[in-house]
T-cell receptor
């Protein structure tokens, strides 16, 4: 059974055209995370929500925003994608900060 | 803030050999240390974790050791198999913060 679902799995957008990636979970976990992963690199945390409490990493560009309307859903908005934003975007959830993170399958973003 | 260093960046072993990956962390407040495996094109998955009140943990062919004094922890894989080939990430977490990943180790097991 899918526990962390990401849509779409592949997204192609044009330079500067806003895009929204979505994540949903069936685990009822308190924490949801968004990571950016580029080829041959570790996942880079962009931000996380502990319940409704939003936590932005210091080096996350303002171009990236997030929304969590309820426990199950979280969205990543990229307001003006640049070529450097092409990457795999991973959503993850955990019961609490110091527990296992469950990752979704990712959304591969291409910027043309 | 926390910094996690991971070595080596690549590791090649023969099937049946052991593999060891080492990580060091900088903040003594870190108290949870997971290891994730990411196969090519797939999502990271937890393979083993350890908390700071434990020195060693084993799960079949995988073990993790933690030295709090030296601030390092290691992943040990025995009797490696080709399906162990993947990228392995260590991480460290402290209360109230998100985990910090190491840069990863690409393990190749040849038969």
């Amino acid at each position: 059974d899918a526990m962390v679902i990401q849509n779409p799995r592949y997204q192609v957008t044009q330079f500067g055209k806003p895009v929204t990636l979505s994540c949903s979970q069936t685990l009822n976990h308190n924490v949801m995370y968004w990571y950016q992963q580029k080829s041959s690199q570790a996942p880079k945390l962009l931000f996380h929500y502990y319940d409704k409490d939003f936590n932005n990493e210091a080096d996350t560009p303002d171009n990236f925003q997030s929304r969590r309307p309820n426990t199950s859903f979280c969205f990543l908005d990229i307001r003006s994608p640049g070529l450097g934003d092409a990457a795999m975007y991973l959503c993850a959830t955990s019961r609490d900060m110091q527990y296992e993170q469950y990752f979704g399958p990712g959304t591969r973003l291409t910027v043309t | 803030g926390e910094n996690v260093e991971q070595h080596p960046s690549t590791l090649s072993v023969q099937e049946g050999d052991s593999a060891v990956i080492k990580c060091t962390y900088s903040d003594s407040a870190s108290n949870y240390f997971p290891w994730y495996k990411q196969e090519l094109g797939k999502r990271p998955q937890l393979i083993i974790d350890i908390r700071s009140n434990v020195g060693e943990k084993k799960d079949q062919r995988i073990a993790v050791t933690l030295n709090k004094t030296a601030k390092h922890f290691s992943l040990h894989i025995t009797e490696t198999q080709p399906e162990d080939s993947a990228v392995y990430f260590c991480a460290a977490v402290q209360a109230g913060t998100a985990l910090i990943f190491g840069k990863g180790t690409t393990l190749s097991v040849s038969s």
